[in-house]
């Protein structure tokens, strides 16, 4: 028996951190959304006591680093499941993007194994499963929208936005999470009006969602990537509606109402970068059937 699971990108429409906690982590406060820029993972019974991951990219581990991997060592160890599994990773999603492609496979692989091992989870549960393994995964059980607060795991789902077109475009290089976190000082940062972000989706205002487009980690990407401000810069001037980096970077993205535009910004950044995507907003929650 396979298991299929879509692995849907999330892209951040505002992004602020608050400060940073006794453990370590930062609190956060962001609105999240899906695209349709997704991973497929297939998931395959195994007789032996063993986990076996493979991935279509070379740039992702295949061992215990891996988020997926994780996942299913958390869930047997768990639910005392004594067989094993194999998991397909076939990516789309570029690799330390700041689109949590890591984060949605793993979420994908648990809702996936929670089929295979006829375990009759619920979202909630496999969310928290989900916390263990990191703080974008949660989110990613559920996908959809959703304001996201604590380290990221605490999920309060949002109505989807009014749909448009997204275009992503990520330069030839990777950023670290961590050290984006690092290096942010939070007494120097411009934050994000976040309730400005969740009234103009409760609203459904598409110029408003797009003139609160916000996120604190972008000043210290963008001082460190220059490539990041002229992708920003290009999809304005050829007529993005909205444009924001996700995450820690270095993807970049645009909110395009007009399809009639999707093509020219398309075409444009393509010449100047290797991954560029056109998709819609997913925005509805993913169904556990």
Same mark, same amino acid.
């Given at each position: 028996?396979?298991?299929?699971? $879509? ?33 497929? !993972? ?27 991997? /994780? ?6 160890? /768990?639910?005392?499941?004594?067989? &094993?599994?194999?998991? $397909? ?36 549960? %496999?969310?928290?499963? &989900? ?19 604590? *380290? &990221?795991? $605490?999920?309060?789902?949002? +109505?989807? +936005? ?5 275009? %992503? ?23 994000? =009006?976040?309730?400005?972000? !969740?009234?103009?989706?409760?609203? /459904? ?9 916000? =996120? ?13 401000? /002229?992708? @920003? ?23 395009? *109402? ?8 398309? =075409?444009?950044? @393509?010449?100047?970068?290797? =991954? ?8 509805? +929650?993913?169904?556990?059937?």
């Amino acid at each position: 028996m396979k298991i299929i699971e $879509k692995a849907p990108a999330k892209i951040n429409l505002a992004l602020d951190v608050l400060n940073k906690r006794p453990d370590g982590y930062h609190e956060v406060r962001m609105v999240m959304t899906t695209v349709d820029l997704a991973d497929r !993972i297939e998931l395959e019974h195994l007789q032996e006591d063993h986990i076996i991951v493979h991935s279509t990219s070379s740039y992702i581990p295949e061992d215990q680093r891996n988020l997926a991997y /994780q996942a299913a060592e958390v869930m047997k160890k /768990q639910f005392g499941i004594d067989s &094993g599994v194999s998991i $397909k990773i076939i990516k789309e999603i570029p690799v330390a993007a700041g689109l949590a492609g890591g984060s949605s496979d793993a979420a994908a692989t648990i809702r996936g194994l929670n089929r295979l091992w006829n375990l009759r989870l619920s979202t909630r549960e %496999l969310m928290a499963i &989900g916390e263990k393994i990191g703080s974008d995964v949660p989110f990613c059980i559920q996908g959809g929208t959703a304001i996201a607060t604590g *380290r &990221g795991e $605490k999920i309060e789902r949002l +109505p989807a +936005p009014p749909p448009c077109w997204v275009i %992503l475009a990520k330069p030839n290089v990777s950023v670290s999470t961590a050290e984006t976190y690092r290096d942010l000082r939070l007494d120097n940062v411009t934050h994000p =009006n976040v309730d400005g972000m !969740i009234q103009a989706i409760m609203t /459904q205002d598409f110029d408003r969602i797009c003139n609160h487009l916000g =996120n604190v980690l972008e000043s210290v990407t963008v001082k460190k990537r220059h490539d990041v401000a /002229q992708i @920003k810069s290009l999809m304005v001037r050829m007529g993005a509606d909205g444009v924001l980096m996700s995450g820690s970077g270095p993807t970049v993205f645009g909110l395009i *109402r007009h399809e009639s535009r999707l093509n020219r910004i398309y =075409n444009s950044l @393509k010449g100047f970068c290797p =991954n560029v995507f056109g998709v819609r907003l997913l925005g509805s +929650p993913i169904s556990l059937e």
